[in-house]
């Protein structure tokens, strides 16, 4: 049998007990927040009340984070696609300018100068280059990027295909600093017939479909009669996408106006001419 000490120990403890089972069976009291086991677990990293937010909040951080990473990636895409087409383009015009300075060099030069230069047709972005203009304009107002050449100009025009149709590459344009008046450039004329045979009409494969495309009106070019104020020479992608153009300068027999005339023959990269 125990003794009243034990008994009364016993008793206290069983009453501990049944607190702690009430406890279990109801809601935390703030009187219980502030129990030494609750805020025990707090400090520890382990509150109910932030484990539960923790759970609702990841799935928004991770949606968020997705967007973000979608959101960055296209941009890096579209602005590497936009410089890769920028430079493609700068180096288009480049070589547009190289003609220039070699119709300039023959021009200025003795009759008979010559002189070839490389020139490959590019794909820039969704513009894939069809052929080059050679065309002469007697419009003030066609030739304003040509400052100096207000009675014509000649310039050196890259049409490409796009999805919308012909374009002219207007970044690419560069004009000929030739009086217009007094320079005529024209097909050459070999005995092996090794030139490519350049188009009269603005479209690159020799037609007139591309006219309205290229906004060409009747004033310019008349389909019917192949005549017009303006004058063009074109070399066109058919054959191959590079070629060897040369330029050479025609001696004119009694010819005393100062009128030069330049031939020019484009044969395909890989092709032997004698």
Not at 40 to 49: A, F, Y
Not at 161 to 178: F, P, Y
Not at 190 to 210: I, K, W
């Amino acid at each position: 049998m125990l003794s009243p000490i034990k008994i009364k120990f016993a008793h206290k403890n069983e009453g501990g007990i049944r607190r702690n089972l009430k406890l279990k069976g109801r809601r935390k009291s703030s009187k219980d927040l502030r129990r030494p086991q609750f805020l025990e677990g707090i400090v520890c990293g382990r509150s109910p009340l932030r484990f539960r937010r923790g759970q609702m909040d990841a799935p928004i951080e991770l949606v968020i984070a997705i967007i973000i990473m979608v959101t960055s990636l296209g941009l890096g895409f579209y602005v590497m696609e936009t410089s890769k087409n920028n430079q493609c383009i700068s180096a288009l015009q480049t070589q547009t300018q190289q003609l220039q300075q070699a119709i300039l060099d023959v021009g200025l030069g003795s009759a008979g100068s010559k002189k070839t230069i490389r020139f490959s047709m590019p794909s820039c972005g969704d513009q894939a280059v069809q052929g080059i203009q050679f065309v002469k304009y007697t419009s003030a107002e066609l030739c304003r990027r040509c400052p100096g050449h207000y009675s014509g100009c000649w310039q050196i025009v890259p049409v490409a295909r796009t999805r919308d149709g012909m374009t002219a590459v207007s970044d690419a344009i560069t004009c000929i600093e030739l009086p217009a008046e007094r320079v005529s450039i024209e097909q050459a004329q070999t005995p092996d017939q090794s030139c490519t045979p350049l188009s009269t009409t603005p479209c690159p494969d020799g037609t007139t479909s591309c006219l309205s495309q290229l906004g060409i009106g009747s004033s310019l070019y008349n389909p019917a009669s192949g005549t017009g104020s303006s004058n063009w020479l074109t070399l066109g992608s058919q054959n191959a996408r590079q070629y060897l153009i040369t330029f050479n300068k025609v001696l004119s027999v009694g010819d005393v106006t100062g009128h030069t005339q330049i031939t020019m023959c484009a044969v395909p990269v890989g092709v032997r001419t004698n």
